[in-house]
Every structure is written in structure tokens, then in C-alpha cells.
T-cell receptor, first 113, second 108 residues
Framework: KAGVTQTPRYLIKTRGQQVTLSCSPI?????VSWYQQTPGQGLQFLFE???????NKGNFPGRFSGRQFSNSRSEMNVSTLELGDSALYLCASSLTGTDSPLHFGNGTRLTVT | AQRVTQPEKLLSVFKGAPVELKCNYSYSGSPELFWYVQYSRQRLQLLLRHISRESIKGFTADLNKGETSFHLKKPFAQEEDSAMYYCALRGAGNMLTFGGGTRLMVKP
């Protein structure tokens, strides 16, 4: 089975712009979660989607949003980018979410200048 | 609130020595604990979960609810064990709370 695929691998954006990141889960997985990884804050939960519905949300401002499509693929959007949004954004998928382990993608490294 | 603490940012041992990576958690309910590992230039991957009670690559971890700990142990470290290790807790919902990570360096 193919693993979790995230595109693009690298992005460079300017402050004030917006960005969309994409995640394709493992086939058959219906839950997709997003995490932000930074040297200062470590790995922090952004949100989780299951069957096209946001099921859990972390403590991030409304500039961070996401969605999930009927094929379980997910996108994450960050609007009005700030320098502090520079991070590695990880996507993880799991079968059902609540009692199955998470499988992570390689991440998208976002640099905001 | 749920919290995971890994007190050591770096742990350096010699090959063949025992390894213990510490993890302490704070959670009012019944937690599910995981260890994830990230080898150089590879994705974060699940090493083991407490409910499986299995040994992966020689590593074991026991959940101690009294001490709220989930330390990762291996009796004899190998050079290929060098990696970043993250302890994580899943409480309510499917949100994982990660510790800050411990970098394990196994010297020859």
C-alpha cells in the first residue's frame, strides 16, 4: 500500500499570502489529521477530519482551515501568512481515527519570508 | 488538559548499552500511549503502542499509571537505533499530544 502522500514537499511564500497544502491518505483510511512541527513548539495538533467533517480542532487561529473530500483526500489552507507560520506541516491518516494508529506523511516544509 | 513530557532532549549511549527514554504524561482519563520514531530523512513512524504490549526492534514500553509514565527501554542499543523518539498520548478524540522528543545517539 502506498503511504500518506503530501504535496508539495517545499513551499516558499511571502507574508500576507495564502497557501494550500494537500494530503492523500493511505487507501481505505477515513481519518486525516494535520500537525504543525516547529523547533520551538514541537509537534502541535491542528485539526482532524473524518468523513468530510471536522471532528477535532487544536488551538490555532482561524487563519488555519482545512477540508476533506469524499475520497478522504484533505487540504489545509493558511491565509494571511505570518513569519511564525514557517514550519513543517505533517498529515497523518488512520482507519477510523479513534482506535487505530496514525500513519504520517513526509510533510510539507513551508517557509514564509 | 493533556500533557506529555520527555525530560531529556538528548541521550547518548554506547553500542550494547541499555537505553531508557523517559516519558511522563498528565491526563485525567484513561490514556492511550504511543512511541513514534523518526530516523534521519525519514517520516515519523509508529514504533509501538501500549495496548499492543509488543516488542518492536527490541524496544518495550510499559504503561505505569501510578507514576504516569511510559518509558521506552531496550537492553542493548544498536547504532541503527540512533533517531528522534517522540512519546505521544491520545486522550479524548483522535488528537495526539506529543512530547518534545528525545534524540538518541548510539556511539560505536
Amino acid at each position: 500500500k502506498a503511504g500518506v502522500t503530501q504535496t508539495p514537499r517545499y513551499l516558499i511564500k511571502t507574508r500576507g499570502q495564502q497557501v494550500t497544502l494537500s494530503c492523500s491518505p493511505i487507501s481505505g483510511h477515513r481519518s486525516v489529521s494535520w500537525y504543525q512541527q516547529t523547533p520551538g513548539q514541537g509537534l502541535q495538533f491542528l485539526f482532524e477530519y473524518f468523513s468530510e467533517t471536522q471532528r477535532n480542532k487544536g488551538n490555532f487561529p482561524g487563519r488555519f482551515s482545512g477540508r476533506q473530500f469524499s475520497n478522504s483526500r484533505s487540504e489545509m489552507n493558511v491565509s494571511t501568512l505570518e513569519l511564525g507560520d514557517s514550519a513543517l506541516y505533517l498529515c497523518a491518516s488512520s482507519l477510523t481515527g479513534t482506535d487505530s494508529p496514525l500513519h504520517f506523511g513526509n510533510g510539507t516544509r513551508l517557509t514564509v519570508t | 488538559a493533556q500533557r506529555v513530557t520527555q525530560p531529556e532532549k538528548l541521550l547518548s549511549v554506547f553500542k550494547g548499552a541499555p537505553v531508557e527514554l523517559k516519558c511522563n504524561y498528565s491526563y485525567s482519563g484513561s490514556p492511550e500511549l504511543f512511541w513514534y520514531v523518526q530516523y534521519s530523512r525519514q517520516r515519523l513512524q509508529l514504533l509501538l503502542r501500549h495496548i499492543s504490549r509488543e516488542s518492536i526492534k527490541g524496544f518495550t514500553a510499559d504503561l505505569n499509571k501510578g507514576e504516569t509514565s511510559f518509558h521506552l527501554k531496550k537492553p542493548f542499543a544498536q547504532e541503527e537505533d540512533s533517531a528522534m523518539y517522540y512519546c505521544a498520548l491520545r486522550g479524548a478524540g483522535n488528537m495526539l499530544t506529543f512530547g518534545g522528543g528525545t534524540r538518541l545517539m548510539v556511539k560505536p
